[in-house]
């Protein structure tokens, strides 16, 4: 039999993508890992979200080096290849300030709706990144409604007014964005109902029920996208988890399953919801839903953010939450703010990391820790691969995968702070790593 071909790549805080052979094949001593031929659910993708402040902090950089970052990020044969990605429908917390797209009270008809301030810093960011992969797929979340539609009256904090004209108005508002987008030539492929379904934030928020989401979704968005056309699909999401966040983590998993049983369970707003958008404390949430509701598609929409200073430490966690998402059943998994400032902060005050780094005065960019954790999935696990059963004592540390080319990749992290030898068997044959300290690790075997 022809010996599989393996190329095996390593990240360690002082080298970030380094170039590895296997100690021997055929390992000599017991297997730890052995990838299945379990064949589980596919991957639709990797990728980030468009935002304000990332395209002011792009736009520090020359003209090659944006060029040379966008196509890192988003062409097929960059390094991340990234495949879907978010936007704001309206002002994110990364927005340079709060706005929404129509702001003239009363107005139910939507008659003063516009993107132009879009046109302005979004929408040149997304059609860059299109530009590289035409592909590229999109999801968008509002995180306030306008604020004449809350109550109270403002951008943060609140809820929606629970009113027939109000709730009619703000399904054609959406309704309005994805037309709006699609006349700009950019389609909207998933619209996801709110951003952190409980958050009551200082930035731009809303809160909702489960009961909410299942009344608009069944009685106002799915028959405003029907009536008006539109084949964008509409997700549960983003679900997250209330505060104080001590408490929420002393609760079961049901509890945090519960937003989307409320949903699922109703006929009527089934029928509309395509899939399920998970984030931050839904990790806790993912593995009841997905069992519940098996044919539907997952995706982890918002990675975990850190403090702005970018540190090897939290990359090791991140690593945790891919390996956790995907092996509890997500189809996608998408990252915050792709490139920032140094310290990454917030329009409201606070500072998160991101993958890149812009330095405004010297004119340079950094590729962080999460940089590399993202690229050990998403540059080899392409849109169309498969998730493979894995077994053995790494199995809480790694996650397998098929791509279409038929190549099986497995993406392993070492905790420890010593190098440990892992054999990892793929069928046919085995073949022993060893694995840096607290590295992050890739290994692709594929038959010549």
């Given amino acids: 039999m022809t010996k599989a071909l393996f190329r095996w790549i390593s990240s360690t805080e002082e080298k970030g993508w380094i170039e590895r052979q296997p100690q021997h094949r055929e390992g000599d001593g017991p297997v730890e890992l052995t990838v299945t031929g379990e064949l ?72 003063h709706f516009s993107i132009e301030r879009d046109k302005k ?14 592909s590229l797929k999109l999801f968008a979340s509002p995180w306030s409604p306008p604020t004449w539609m809350k109550y109270p009256k ?16 703000y399904a ?15 389609a909207i492929h998933q619209l996801h109902v709110q951003n952190e379904v409980v958050a009551d934030q200082k930035f731009p928020s809303c809160r909702w029920t489960g009961h909410q989401l299942r009344e608009f979704i069944a009685d106002y968005l799915g028959p405003a996208f029907e009536k008006h056309g539109i084949t964008a699909e509409i997700w549960l999401g983003t679900l997250n988890a209330p505060e104080p966040w001590d408490e929420w983590m002393k609760k079961t998993a049901q509890d945090h399953d519960a937003y989307a049983h409320t949903v699922l369970s109703d006929p009527k ?3 509309y919801v395509k899939g399920v958008g998970y984030q931050w404390a839904g990790k806790y949430g993912i593995q009841r839903t997905v069992m519940s509701y098996p044919e539907l598609r997952y995706m982890q929409t918002e990675n975990e953010c850190g403090d702005g200073e970018n540190t090897w430490f939290y990359a090791k966690y991140v690593f945790n939450l891919f390996q956790h998402y995907f092996t509890n059943g997500v189809n996608a998994y ?43 999935f998403s540059h080899f696990v392409v849109p169309g691969s498969r998730r493979l059963g894995v077994r053995g004592h790494w199995t809480g540390n790694s996650a397998a995968f098929l791509t279409p080319f038929g190549d099986r990749v497995v993406v392993i992290a070492n905790p420890f702070a010593e190098a440990r030898t892992v054999t990892i068997s793929f069928g046919e044959e085995a073949a022993a ?16």
């Fill in 121 to 134: 810093q979004l929408i040149p960011y997304i059609k860059e990144a299109l530009a590289l992969n035409p």
């Fill in 154 to 169: 403002a951008y943060n904090y609140g809820t929606l007014r629970w009113e027939k004209d109000i709730l009619e108005a």
């Fill in 433 to 448: 790593f060893e694995l840096a300290p607290e590295s992050f690790n890739t290994i692709v075997c594929s038959r010549p």
């Fill in 40 to 111: 589980l659910q596919n991957v639709e993708g990797f990728g980030g979200c468009f935002n304000e402040l990332g395209w002011e902090a792009l736009r520090h950089l020359s003209r090659e080096d944006r060029a040379s970052l966008l196509h890192a990020l988003f062409h097929p044969e960059g390094e991340l290849k990234f495949s879907i990605c978010r936007l704001p429908i309206g002002a994110s917390d990364y927005a340079s300030d709060w706005y929404s797209l129509n702001e003239t009270d009363g107005d139910l008809a939507m008659e």
């Fill in 172 to 186: 054609l508002y959406l309704v309005k964005f994805v037309l709006a987008y699609r006349n700009e030539g950019i």
């Fill in 269 to 271: 707003a089934y029928r």
């Fill in 334 to 376: 998408i990252y915050w703010n792709m490139a920032l400032e140094p310290k990454g902060r917030s329009t409201w005050g606070w500072e998160q990391n991101a993958m890149v780094t812009v330095h405004p005065e010297a004119r340079t960019m950094v590729f962080n820790p999460e940089f590399f954790v993202m690229k050990h």
